[in-house]
């Protein structure tokens, strides 16, 4: 049987550690095959049940559907017919019409058709509006002529007298409407073709003394209604409206529509085709009716009937007979709909079963895979975790050692076995673990810890390490254990120790080349009480040689005094900036530090004419540093401004300037020179950059690196008059 390593797609790092694992593929591939078949079996028990149920939903959800278009056609017919009954009451009563009544001659009869006109225009639902006399003779007419309405000529209008609707208007008083029967519009006796369905709504109306004088005829394009219920049913099922007695307005077919004016399809009415639903229909006002695989729901629509008024409200027309107008509206829902919807329902069950046993057999394959790679990654993992230079352990909640790698051994002297079960105070000793507890105590609680200290080493000396706890804890939120991490850092701590020795030299040998600079200064300083001295002492030798006076004598004496004490702290003040030494820690005055080198820079000052100022805070407070290393940074920037005003032909000003906050206290060197060249910028800070001719561009970079290492910035501004101001800032000696 071959052992192979798996290629597998996400191995594709020359470094990553699965590449070193074995695996079995014909084990994998045998338990692959097993799984993925007895997950194939439990997935198809759900999905029989599941599309079983899903077509049941879906037979109730197309059931629903028939219901809500049903509702939907049931609205619009009322809102279509509520808007011609809307438009009839409108025609019954404006002023062109009552000025015809009043007047009828040939100038009213034009306004009364022109308004007529201008109806049919705006609505565009009139096939015709009329006005018809007493004696059936159409008075005035508007055709709408395919949505270009036209008033029909005197020498075309018609005789209606005959006509059904005219009839039953006769019977009507002022105040009531009659609406005809959805059928098929006649001219001239004969029915029009192409078909053209029509209701026509007449009122009769009364002039001023209340005489019927006539009535006003809408016929109302009834296709515009069916098209709406046509639109209604896509998608969904065909959705019918018949008549009273049965007939199709808008049946299964065109074929079957109309049966009730059309002699040639008399027979087509629902009676004859499906006498079960009909008589259902006839029994009850709604319902649905199931005949083999097909459903028909079905609503009586009662079209006259104003839904939105309660019941007993009067209006000024009302139709006649509203009661017993009604139409049925049917949505068939057949079997071929149903059939479709559950091949969509199969064809998406077949891809969502297709793909999860794809899937399963995926997952069989991952979980072969895994069970038999975790074996031999755990194997791998804990080589690799033995190879570690850092200690890497772990501690239950009893502070009991649960888990350690190979560099205990390498550290302690003693092996994984042996450190097992031993809790940390017998592996660390009384005095260590008193040390470390609070530490335990905060992983314990469920905080990380981190923190550095010395450990005894099974060698010779201690080494400094850093040692963190991460707490293990469970979803519950409980502490069950924390991880330990300790490394050595023994060597980084001594490069530091050396790094930091080498940038005390370099600042060390940067104030002897600055003390070399003014050599000459130093020595003029020096020369000036040593000469009075002199002085002094070759005045009293000779006194001495004859007689003399006693008081004059101690004032030379007394001046011999303040000289050589002038001249010690002259060289006291060279000697202990230029002297090398351990770092001493410690609070440090700033004004102190400013006035010194202030005053080791007086006299090279006054001999070039440059005025130093000291504007010092009162209470400034003490900051935590070496004192040595900070009075060269002020120093540094103030020597720089020295150099950098002499180049100035005006003002010469060097300001040493300390202020405090809250927070911190700062150092200003301000001076009146050329400023910084904006070409270097923030470079001034970098090695080895300059703007000073022979200057060794090491300066500023030094001060900087000794302002960070107390935790201070070092910036500089320009001045608005010219010049510029390095600041720095540090923290105060009580917040540390």
């Not at 060249?677 to 030094?702: C, H, N, Y």
Request: glycine share 6%; proline share 4%; with cysteine.
């Amino acid at each position: 049987m071959p052992i192979v390593k798996w290629p597998g797609p996400w191995l594709t790092q020359a470094h990553t550690i699965h590449r070193v694992v074995q695996i079995n593929m014909r084990r994998i591939a045998l338990h692959t095959l097993l799984l993925g078949l007895a997950f194939s079996v439990l997935l198809a028990i759900p999905f029989v049940v599941y599309h079983q149920a899903e077509s049941d939903n879906n037979l109730s959800l197309l059931q629903a559907e028939q219901v809500r278009v049903i509702n939907l056609a049931a609205g619009t017919i009322h809102q279509e017919m509520g808007a011609v009954l809307s438009d009839l009451r409108y025609l019954s009563q404006h002023n062109e019409l009552r000025n015809y009544l009043a007047h009828a001659n040939r100038n009213t009869r034009l306004e009364l058709a022109s308004e007529y006109q201008i109806l049919s225009r705006q609505k565009r639902i009139y096939d015709q509006v009329r006005f018809i006399g007493l004696d059936g003779r159409e008075e005035v007419r508007v055709n709408f002529n395919d949505d270009n309405p036209e008033i029909v000529a005197d020498a075309d209008l018609q005789d209606k007298r005959d006509r059904y609707y005219f009839e039953e208007t006769l019977w009507l008083s002022p105040g009531q409407i009659y609406v005809s029967p959805l059928d098929l519009n006649v001219d001239q006796g004969a029915v029009d073709r192409p078909l053209k369905p029509v209701i026509r709504f007449t009122i009769p109306v009364a002039d001023e003394q209340g005489q019927i004088r006539g009535m006003v005829v809408l016929n109302y394009q009834g296709q515009h209604l069916l098209d709406k219920l046509r639109a209604l049913g896509n998608g969904t099922g065909k959705v019918w409206l018949l008549n009273a007695e049965g007939y199709w307005l808008m049946g299964p077919t065109p074929e079957d529509e109309w049966g009730a004016v059309l002699k040639d399809r008399s027979q087509q009415n629902l009676a004859r085709v499906s006498p079960g639903l009909w008589q259902q229909m006839q029994a009850e006002e709604s319902g649905a009716y199931q005949a083999g695989s097909s459903w028909t729901h079905f609503e009586r629509i009662y079209p006259l009937l104003d839904a939105s008024l309660p019941e007993g409200t009067a209006t000024f027309s009302s139709p006649v007979d509203a009661d017993r107008y009604y139409w049925t509206v049917a949505v068939e829902l057949s079997q071929s709909a149903m059939q479709a919807a559950n091949i969509v329902l199969l064809k998406k069950q077949w891809v969502v079963y297709g793909a999860l046993v794809l899937f399963a057999f995926l997952v069989a394959g991952a979980l072969a895979f895994a069970i038999n790679r975790n074996k031999a990654l755990s194997q791998v993992m804990e080589k690799v975790v033995d190879s570690l230079p850092q200690l890497v352990a772990y501690v239950d909640a009893g502070q009991r050692y649960r888990f350690n790698n190979m560099a205990y051994e390498h550290f302690f002297g003693m092996s994984p076995k042996d450190i097992y079960g031993k809790t940390m105070l017998e592996l660390l000793g009384d005095d260590a673990y008193q040390e470390v507890r609070s530490h335990i105590e905060q992983a314990l609680a469920g905080h990380p810890v981190s923190f550095e200290r010395e450990l005894t080493h099974k060698g010779p000396g201690m080494h400094d390490v850093v040692v963190n706890y991460l707490p293990d804890i469970s979803p519950w939120g409980d502490v069950r254990g924390f991880y330990v991490m300790v490394n050595d850092v023994s060597q980084l701590k001594e490069s530091e120790r050396r790094d930091r020795q080498r940038r005390l030299e370099l600042a060390h040998v940067t104030r002897l080349a600055s003390m070399g600079e003014m050599a000459t200064e130093i020595a003029h300083e020096v020369n000036q009480p040593l000469a009075a001295i002199s002085m002094y002492s070759a005045a009293g030798l000779r006194t001495l040689q004859g007689e003399y006076d006693r008081s004059k004598l101690e004032d030379w004496f007394e001046a011999i005094n303040t000289q050589a004490k002038r001249a010690s702290e002259i060289v006291r003040r060279v000697r202990r900036f230029v002297q090398k030494g351990e770092p001493q820690l410690g609070p440090v005055d700033m004004n102190l530090i400013a006035r010194e080198v202030a005053a080791l820079l007086s006299h090279e000052a006054r001999s070039q004419e440059v005025e130093i100022v000291l504007e010092l805070a009162d209470g400034l407070p003490p900051v935590h540093g070496e004192r040595v290393l900070l009075e060269q940074v002020v120093f540094n920037l103030a020597r720089n401004a020295l150099d950098a005003v002499l180049a100035q032909s005006g003002v010469r000003r060097i300001t040493l300037r300390s202020s405090f906050d809250a927070q911190l206290v700062y150092v200003e060197v301000s001076d009146t020179g050329p400023g910084v060249d904006a070409a270097l910028g923030e470079r001034i800070f970098d090695s080895f950059v300059t703007s000073k001719q022979g200057g060794l561009g090491m300066g500023l970079t030094i001060s900087r690196s000794i302002i960070e290492a107390h935790a201070g910035t070092l910036r500089y501004t320009v001045n608005e008059g010219g010049g510029c101001t390095f600041i720095f800032s540090l923290a105060y000696e009580a917040r540390r």
